[in-house]
């Protein structure tokens, strides 16, 4: 895939689809590994053409075979998850007939394309035989919406192995000048589409992980909080993450991860707290490119994920954006938002204000750094990534 990747990138740049799809050239989107599989998979490519070979991310799987897979499945994708194939036009909402003919895609392998929240069809399967499936959305569009970020500014962040961070832009695509991606942010049912800014962190919570099994430095994730407070600050030590390159705002392959600033006095808090600040530090990153895309000024954050437990990293958070970072009453916001999109469909909720009242509250941090102390820090961080670009060789 990675040479169909450089092959089309060679011919019109990386973001020759970028206006179409909101998505540059990239093996992590779907459109390419689909290409690869009808050309190298023998006879995959004529009975996809003849409708005997059906495609889907992982949403169409289930939907079709809950509904009857070979009897008679609904071969059904959303517009969130179709915006991440990389074939998606987002003004039309339908496949692009020019990407499908560059990538020899032929259209009767793809599924087609609903909205976010509607009847698809029943479920053929035991128990659940008769029941509607009604609710599609991507993970991080579904943690949006259980959210509740139904206004055009309002960002969410879910802080998982990786960071996902959404910002509802409203009922137009908005371009990214600034490494962001361009994605449809739900649609229900008839309404209008509403759209989004996502910066994805390759590497966040997989990082805590990476210091538990590979340094054994921590014997599991939560023993990371008590180890970084052993120490006031991170004594000059930065952690890069790029163990597989650079995703939002850079973009860069071959970039490769980095420990900077290390001193004799350096000891493992100091890179606890590193590996802590490092998720920190590449949010406020995406953070920034999405206000100078959107021109939008980010008034709060809405986290979730299983990292916010960690209420050193949430409070150096709200430190380093200078924002109040909130983290709701409902944690599993993706499970949530999924509820709520099929709950629409069949009017078990009310609409949108309904879903806004249901957001509540746990816990706000407020920063408490200066200005000279939180950029002089950021200023550092910015150094060390630096450090990291171009490691790998072409």
């Given at each position: 895939?990675?040479?169909?990747?450089?092959?089309?990138?060679?011919?019109?740049?990386?973001?020759?689809?970028?206006?179409?799809?909101?998505?540059?050239?990239?093996?992590?989107?779907?459109?390419?590994?689909?290409?690869?599989?009808?050309?190298?998979?023998?006879?995959?490519?004529?009975?996809?053409?003849?409708?005997?070979?059906?495609?889907?991310?992982?949403?169409?799987?289930?939907?079709?075979n809950l509904t009857g897979g070979p009897k008679g499945g609904v071969h059904v994708t959303d517009v969130t998850n179709a915006s991440?194939?990389?074939?998606?036009?987002?003004?039309?909402?339908?496949?692009?007939?020019?990407?499908?003919?560059?990538?020899?895609?032929?259209?009767?392998?793809?599924?087609?394309?609903?909205?976010?929240?509607?009847?698809?069809?029943?479920?053929?399967?035991?128990?659940?035989?008769?029941?509607?499936?009604?609710?599609?959305?991507?993970?991080?569009?579904?943690?949006?919406?259980?959210?509740?970020?139904?206004?055009?500014?309002?960002?969410?962040?879910?802080?998982?192995?990786?960071?996902?961070?959404?910002?509802?832009?409203?009922?137009?695509?908005?371009?990214?000048?600034?490494?962001?991606?361009?994605?449809?942010?739900?649609?229900?049912?008839?309404?209008?589409?509403?759209?989004?800014?996502?910066g994805g962190v390759a590497i966040a919570g997989a990082l805590v992980q990476w210091l538990r099994d590979n340094l054994g430095i921590?014997?599991?994730?939560?023993?990371?909080?008590?180890?970084?407070?052993?120490?006031?600050?991170?004594?000059?030590?930065?952690?890069?993450?790029?163990?597989?390159?650079?995703?939002?705002?850079?973009?860069?392959?071959?970039?490769?991860?980095?420990?900077?600033?290390?001193?004799?006095?350096?000891?493992?808090?100091?890179?606890?707290?590193?590996?802590?600040?490092?998720?920190?530090?590449?949010?406020?990153?995406?953070?920034?490119?999405?206000?100078?895309?959107?021109?939008?000024?980010?008034?709060?954050?809405?986290?979730?994920?299983?990292?916010?437990?960690?209420?050193?990293?949430?409070?150096?958070?709200?430190?380093?954006?200078?924002?109040?970072?909130?983290?709701?009453?409902?944690?599993?916001?993706?499970?949530?938002?999924?509820?709520?999109?099929?709950?629409?469909?069949?009017?078990?909720?009310?609409?949108?204000?309904?879903?806004?009242?249901?957001?509540?509250?746990?816990?706000?941090?407020?920063?408490?750094?200066?200005?000279?102390?939180?950029?002089?820090?950021?200023?550092?961080?910015?150094?060390?990534?630096?450090?990291?670009?171009?490691?790998?060789?072409?």
């Amino acid at each position: 895939v990675a040479e169909d990747v450089a092959r089309f990138a060679s011919e019109a740049g990386q973001d020759r689809f970028r206006p179409q799809t909101g998505l540059p050239l990239s093996t992590y989107f779907s459109s390419l590994k689909l290409r690869w599989l009808l050309d190298n998979i023998p006879g995959a490519r004529e009975r996809a053409t003849g409708g005997e070979l059906l495609f889907g991310n992982i949403d169409t799987f289930l939907l079709w075979n809950l509904t009857g897979g070979p009897k008679g499945g609904v071969h059904v994708t959303d517009v969130t998850n179709a915006s991440r194939t990389q074939l998606l036009n987002l003004k039309t909402l339908d496949w692009d007939a020019e990407i499908l003919e560059a990538f020899d895609i032929p259209r009767a392998v793809l599924p087609e394309v609903r909205s976010s929240s509607e009847v698809y069809g029943e479920a053929t399967v035991g128990a659940i035989a008769g029941v509607p499936v009604t609710g599609i959305l991507g993970d991080q569009q579904a943690a949006l919406v259980g959210q509740a970020c139904f206004r055009p500014g309002e960002v969410k962040n879910t802080y998982g192995t990786g960071c996902f961070l959404l910002m509802n832009t409203g009922e137009r695509p908005v371009p990214s000048n600034f490494g962001l991606l361009t994605t449809v942010a739900y649609k229900f049912g008839s309404g209008a589409a509403h759209y989004a800014l996502e910066g994805g962190v390759a590497i966040a919570g997989a990082l805590v992980q990476w210091l538990r099994d590979n340094l054994g430095i921590i014997e599991k994730s939560q023993d990371v909080e008590p180890l970084a407070r052993t120490v006031n600050d991170n004594g000059g030590v930065y952690f890069v993450p790029a163990f597989s390159g650079l995703y939002a705002p850079y973009w860069k392959e071959n970039a490769r991860g980095v420990i900077a600033g290390l001193t004799r006095y350096a000891n493992k808090g100091h890179i606890a707290r590193a590996v802590l600040e490092a998720t920190a530090f590449q949010t406020r990153e995406v953070v920034e490119a999405m206000e100078k895309d959107s021109r939008i000024e980010l008034a709060s954050l809405r986290v979730d994920g299983g990292m916010v437990a960690n209420e050193l990293l949430m409070q150096f958070q709200a430190d380093v954006l200078d924002r109040e970072v909130v983290r709701p009453d409902i944690q599993e916001t993706t499970a949530l938002g999924a509820a709520y999109a099929a709950g629409m469909a069949v009017k078990f909720f009310s609409g949108l204000e309904e879903l806004r009242a249901n957001w509540a509250v746990d816990r706000t941090w407020k920063p408490h750094l200066t200005e000279k102390e939180r950029e002089k820090l950021y200023r550092q961080w910015k150094k060390a990534v630096t450090r990291s670009f171009d490691w790998m060789e072409s």
